[in-house]
């Protein structure tokens, strides 16, 4: 895996006060490599410029998007002289959506970047590498969003309504007629869903829309005034004629309109089928869950009956399975509703030995009844900002193994080095490319304890 000159990243000032640097300057530049994020870096001056849209190689005019000391930020506005790696863009959006940042650069190179990157953090923050690297897991490069939130926002001014992503480095909307990444389901229904929002009688009443595709597609209306009953007509019988569910929500959590077919999705390698809510966290790539899911099983290769530490549960993404294969498993969660959901999953899959308890996993583990007996096998999945008070407390429970699931590598590394401190070994770690098109970087690692 390549590895960059930590050094190079910003070049020395020469001591000098500079003048600043105005947003919206105009410079020409020479990329010289990619930052972990992506972005092109160039320097001038004793300044270090991380430029969105640039290629290592290519000259290219930018505009600045804001200075602060050495660092410059800016975006790519011509592309000069272009690198032979760079493509053209599949979305007319690509270029000013702040969704997809990376749709300039293969799809390879896009893995390549996103496993340096994990490589340099573990190596940087932690002072670590893998004993052994795992191969990437990837899905369709495209057509695999099964989830999207849309911005709407009414200009009272122009007296007229923008629906779409938000602009890179910007509050401002980019109103879209397409999005490449979405499921095709979302991609058909798009462009009815944006017809009804525009023919709203009162749009300025809509806060945010959701769409959801799984085992039933669905709308979600975020709205932060009372619909008009012309405009609540208006969307069911778009979501009649669509054939999808439409939710509401307003000060309370989101309702169906109507009652139908459950919204879940499957998990077929298991014949699993797990129900959740708009406002439930789910993984938005579908392919990659699933493989993400089976990698999981087979570094942590419960046997049966042993038992298993699911934290940071969820709805039984890894519970489930996990009880599938034999494992008596322990999920544990943060959120209430999650919990019940995760109950709810486990009994309408018919499994018996899933178990599930809410908990504040910032609290010493020892002390809940669930945790007694301790656990051969620990699988963590926190948010971003990782499981340190968690981690700490990893060698009380007695597990051998280890897996660590991430959608922060930074604070993964941070764990890591504690997990290591505690006399465990990183065993293997590997890329988890749940967003394609995109610089954001999930990561799955296993650590394991001689016996």
Same mark, same amino acid.
Request: charged share 20%; glycine share 10%; with cysteine.
């Given at each position: 895996m390549a590895r960059r000159n930590s050094s190079l990243r910003f070049q020395p000032s020469g001591g000098e006060r500079?003048?600043?640097?105005?947003?919206?300057?105009?410079?020409?530049? %020479?990329?010289?490599?990619?930052?972990? %994020?992506? !972005?092109?870096?160039?320097?001038?001056?004793?300044?270090?410029?991380? /430029?969105?849209? +640039?290629?290592?190689?290519?000259?290219?005019e930018a505009r600045v998007l804001g200075a602060r000391s050495q660092v410059v930020e800016a975006r790519t506005e011509r592309?000069?002289?272009?690198? =032979?790696?760079?493509?053209?863009?599949?979305?007319?959006? +690509?270029?000013?959506?702040?969704?997809?940042?990376?749709?300039h650069l293969p799809d390879d190179d896009q893995l390549t970047l996103k496993q340096r990157s994990l490589a340099e953090l573990l190596s940087r923050q932690a002072g670590i590498e893998p004993a052994?690297?795992?191969?990437?897991?990837?899905?369709?490069?495209?057509?695999?969003?099964?989830?999207?939130?849309?911005a709407v926002r009414w200009d009272q001014k122009a007296n !007229?309504?923008?629906?779409?992503?938000?602009?890179? *480095?910007s509050q401002d909307i980019v109103?879209?007629?397409?999005?490449? /990444?979405?499921?095709?389901?979302?991609?058909?229904?798009?462009?009815?869903?944006?017809?009804?929002?525009?023919?709203l009688s009162r749009p300025q009443a809509i806060g945010h829309v959701e769409l959801f595709s799984g085992t039933a597609e669905a709308v979600m209306v975020r709205h932060t005034a009372p619909l008009a009953d012309i405009d609540l007509k208006a969307l069911q019988a778009f979501a009649d004629a669509q054939g /999808?569910?439409?939710?509401?929500?307003?000060?309370?959590?989101?309702?169906?309109?109507?009652?139908?077919?459950a919204l879940g999705y499957r998990l077929p390698a298991w014949d699993l089928e797990l129900a959740w809510r708009p406002g439930d966290f789910i993984q938005v790539n579908a392919p990659v869950n699933e493989a993400m899911v089976a990698q999981a099983l087979d570094w942590l290769k419960p046997q049966p009956g042993e038992r298993v530490l699911d934290l940071f549960c969820g709805l039984g993404n890894f519970a489930l399975p996990l009880a599938r294969v034999g494992a008596e498993v322990v999920g544990v969660e943060g959120v209430a509703d999650m919990v019940e959901r995760a109950r709810t999953n486990a009994a309408h899959n018919g499994l018996e030995h899933a178990h599930f308890y809410q908990a504040d996993l910032s609290k010493p583990l020892l002390e809940a009844s669930w945790a007694k007996g301790g656990f051969p096998a620990v699988l963590l999945d926190p948010p971003r900002d990782g499981a340190f008070e968690v981690v700490k407390q990893i060698e009380t429970l007695g597990a051998a193994r280890v897996v660590y699931v991430s959608c922060n590598p930074s604070t993964l590394a941070r764990d890591a080095a504690e997990l290591i401190r505690q006399g465990y070994r990183l *065993?293997? =770690?590997?890329?988890?490319?749940?967003?394609?098109?995109? *610089?954001?970087?999930?990561?799955?690692?296993?650590?394991?304890r001689p016996r």
């Open positions: 500079k003048a600043p640097i105005p947003t919206g300057k105009k410079q020409r530049l %020479d990329i010289q490599r990619l930052a972990n %994020d992506g !972005r092109g870096i160039a320097f001038v001056d004793g300044r270090t410029w991380f /430029v969105e849209g +640039a290629l290592p190689g290519e000259s290219i592309v000069i002289a272009p690198s =032979a790696l760079r493509r053209e863009e599949p979305c007319i959006h +690509a270029r000013v959506c702040g969704g997809c940042t990376l749709q052994q690297w795992a191969d990437p897991l990837s899905g369709p490069a495209f057509g695999y969003r099964r989830r999207a939130r849309l !007229r309504l923008a629906v779409g992503f938000r602009a890179s *480095a109103s879209i007629q397409e999005c490449h /990444v979405l499921v095709r389901p979302l991609q058909t229904l798009l462009p009815a869903l944006l017809a009804v929002l525009h023919g /999808v569910q439409l939710w509401l929500q307003g000060e309370g959590e989101p309702q169906p309109t109507a009652m139908g077919a *065993a293997r =770690a590997g890329v988890l490319d749940m967003f394609p098109q995109t *610089a954001h970087v999930e990561a799955m690692a296993l650590f394991e």
